[in-house]
């Protein structure tokens, strides 16, 4: 595979940045990776790791970068650019892998550098484990990389638009380009949603008077569990999202519990024929999830029971 | 493994009973398996997978049987017990798989033949799929199984009781006895409030008018596809379930309202550290889950992307 950046700097090396590193060298895709995080901790990880270069400071890991790659929590996206910002060269692309793409374009637009490209983007992949350690080469292999290019009217802008969604092929991501308004609602129906639901349920079934935490485990396998999964998701991440995408969230949370209420509605009077048609109806979403390859038909994921 | 029980009758070919008959051949704890599904497909189907003698009557499969399971939807149990009741013999004891035990123990009662013992279970094992295609042999390996006993005073009812454990643990399963209305209780937390709600986050989905479908399916990998698993089961089982869980269902599903009503007004007042401490919160039930080994540690449950 041919290099598409000479230089990649990744900013933040979790799940995200630390699969990054992975994939962009397992790939060829970069000629060489400088990572930093604001984590001294995490920086020894990155080492011990063999991420690429790690830096001591975002400026240094940025300095001489083809892309700049911020791969934070929504909410210190800002405080991640202001420190890389002194090193980034003209001409250079800064990207990003925020779940939220309006409030973090409003953060770093009067922050990156004129002469800088800002092209923001969001791989859909991840895992429920996070930190350097949870990263893995072949993570964005066949799920969707959204970019959310700006109204920019420079020509170098397309150009760099291009090599970017390069860059994301060559790590195996399928891309796609969207408005930043259109992602931020889409995501909030089909990722932040679900996950607000799951870290709801798993939270308030500890709290229960009724039934003790070490039964809700123990038969956990009856459709629990598969909640606790989804809601083992780094909480700063997620605590970010919600803050930062909260119209789209809240609009999407209204018409869930609206529709809930009904459902409630339906069972208190017994109204077998409309339960049965809407769990029919949900039915059908599965198989076209598994169509579309965004999911394994494989019974409970394959997973050893 | 010794025979636990000469011949077996399972009632419904379904899911859950094609795995039980596989399941008992498979580990030699039942000399015989007699199967009868009221849909004559179904029966042909049991019949090429060979999954034991098919018979074309409830009452002809139970002919005979030490041990008649009953393996159809909640709403169905006292119509298979009905027509299973004429083959039952002298001491055999009855059981049957349903998700809800109050409700199927006020419908099996009256009809069980007065010298059989009716000893009810529940197995905390599945997947999405339906039908006796989908039944397999391992379904049950390392899962519990609850039993409910009722009040029975008769020294042959413990001693049934013991058997039908034994029959379980021949399957594999973890055997647990519980109290009939814990059962329900406990149940509708750690599935029927599950399944609800990605019954209803699915639907939801399949109803908006500011996403579409298309894009829903497109980008489900973010969170929304795990939904669609569960939302994937049977239809006129959860029917049932809801319809004869009612009053454990309102109940904790009151409780998710209300607890979500919070996590909402967290969002729109920006409510950080409430977030963040409530999904820190949720992450550590997950810990306790794969610790209790209820479920895989593998990212994304190993499922290849």
New interface residues.
């Given amino acids: 595979m041919a290099v598409v950046f000479e230089r990649v700097a990744v900013i933040g090396v979790g799940l995200i940045g630390a699969s990054i590193a992975r994939a962009a060298r397992a790939e060829g895709a970069a000629g060489e990776v400088a990572l930093y995080d604001a984590d001294e901790g995490v920086r020894a990880r990155a080492r011990a790791l063999e991420l690429g270069e790690v830096c001591d400071s975002a400026a240094a890991a940025a300095a001489g970068a083809d892309l700049v790659i911020l791969a934070v929590p929504v909410?210190a996206m800002a405080k991640a650019l202001e420190a890389a910002a002194p090193g980034v060269k003209p001409g250079a692309i800064i990207t990003d892998v925020g779940?939220v793409k309006g409030a973090v374009v409003q953060a770093l637009r009067p922050l990156a550098p004129r002469d800088a490209l800002l092209i923001p983007g969001h791989p859909?992949?991840?895992?429920?484990?996070s930190g350097p350690d949870?990263g893995f080469a072949?993570?964005f292999?066949?799920?969707?990389h959204?970019l959310t290019p700006l109204d920019d009217p420079r020509p170098e802008y397309a150009a760099g638009l291009d090599r970017l969604e390069a860059f994301w092929r060559a790590l195996g991501a399928n891309v796609?380009r969207m408005d930043l308004a259109r992602h931020d609602?889409?995501?909030a129906?089909?990722?932040?949603?679900?996950?607000?639901?799951?870290?709801?349920?798993?939270?308030?079934?500890?709290?229960?008077e009724?039934?003790t935490?070490s039964?809700?485990?123990?038969?956990?396998?009856?459709?629990?569990?598969?909640?606790?999964?989804?809601?083992?998701?780094d909480?700063?991440m997620?605590?970010d999202v919600?803050?930062n995408n909260?119209e789209a969230?809240?609009?999407?949370?209204g018409?869930?519990?609206e529709?809930?209420?009904a459902?409630?509605r339906a069972?208190?009077w017994?109204e077998?024929d409309a339960?049965?048609d809407?769990?029919?109806?949900?039915?059908?979403?599965?198989?076209?999830?598994i169509e579309?390859g965004?999911?394994?038909p494989?019974?409970?994921?394959?997973?050893?029971?």
Wanted: aromatic share 10%; charged share 25%.
């Fill in positions: 909410g779940s859909i992949a991840g895992t429920e484990h949870a072949t993570l292999k066949g799920r969707w959204i796609e609602v889409v995501l129906v089909t990722s932040h949603l679900p996950h607000l639901i799951a870290f709801n349920i798993v939270a308030m079934a500890e709290d229960l009724s039934v935490e039964e809700v485990v123990k038969f956990s396998a009856s459709g629990f569990r598969d909640f606790t999964r989804i809601a083992a998701s909480p700063t997620w605590r919600f803050l909260r969230v809240l609009e999407v949370l018409r869930f519990s529709d809930l209420a459902l409630q069972i208190r017994g077998g339960l049965y809407l769990f029919d109806r949900a039915r059908r979403m599965r198989r076209e999830v579309a965004q999911d394994t494989a019974p409970n994921w394959g997973r050893e029971n």
